[in-house]
């Protein structure tokens, strides 16, 4: 799941900001810059989120998988029970029984194909609320961090290098003299992240999922 950039400022709050950090600074106004982006796609919860939104997706596809088979098991019987109707030898009797049988075979499968897509737009669906909710909460976590890193140091504002404008032009063009908070930053929200998952072979451990030389 993609996140949109965050903080696309229109330039009136931007003049806003920079008028009300100049008047409490008397002048001097001192500058941060920080990147979201980069932020948000190196927060090790950001990383599990996306993680676990893959295996769910999975889950969800192998679940759809065993509808379809289940569908077209049904479009074999029902092959078989047209084949078995055009029999030019068949009794009127069977042939009847046959048409039923076909009848009855159809009405499951249109039933299997509706209960199937429901299923995995239910699914998706949930799955895409659950993941705005857990990415939301990443971004305030990831905000929270900034500023909290940001009141430690000598600035007045800090700004997205990584966001844009309303006119998708990018929000930051040049700077100097500038504060990056952005690996300070990364290096706290990452402070707690679980460690790697090793391993142990013949050729000793190695973290999980690294691929072999």
Do not use: C, W
Request: aromatic share 4%; net charge neutral.
């Amino acid at each position: 799941m993609r996140i949109p950039l965050p903080f696309q400022i229109g330039q009136q709050a931007v003049f806003l900001a920079l008028g009300m950090a100049l008047s409490a600074s008397a002048g001097e106004l001192k500058v941060g810059t920080v990147n979201m982006m980069k932020l948000l796609s190196g927060f090790h919860e950001k990383k599990a989120a996306e993680a676990e939104e893959k295996v769910e997706l999975a889950s969800i596809d192998a679940a759809y998988r065993e509808r379809v088979d289940a569908i077209k098991a049904v479009e074999e019987e029902l092959g078989k029970k047209k084949n078995e109707f055009n029999d030019p030898s068949l009794a009127e009797k069977k042939r009847k029984e046959i048409a039923a049988s076909h009848q009855e075979l159809a009405a499951t499968r249109s039933v299997l194909i509706k209960e199937g897509e429901e299923f995995l737009q239910r699914q998706r669906r949930a799955l895409n609320q659950k993941m705005v909710g857990m990415i939301n909460d990443i971004r305030t976590k990831v905000e929270t961090a900034v500023s909290d890193h940001a009141a430690t140091l000598d600035v007045n504002l800090v700004f997205d290098e990584s966001g844009l404008t309303s006119s998708r032009t990018p929000f930051l063009i040049y700077s100097r003299n500038t504060v990056d908070l952005t690996d300070a930053v990364l290096e706290k929200l990452n402070k707690d992240a679980p460690s790697p998952v090793t391993v142990k072979g013949s050729g000793g451990a190695k973290p999980q999922g690294e691929s072999p030389k």
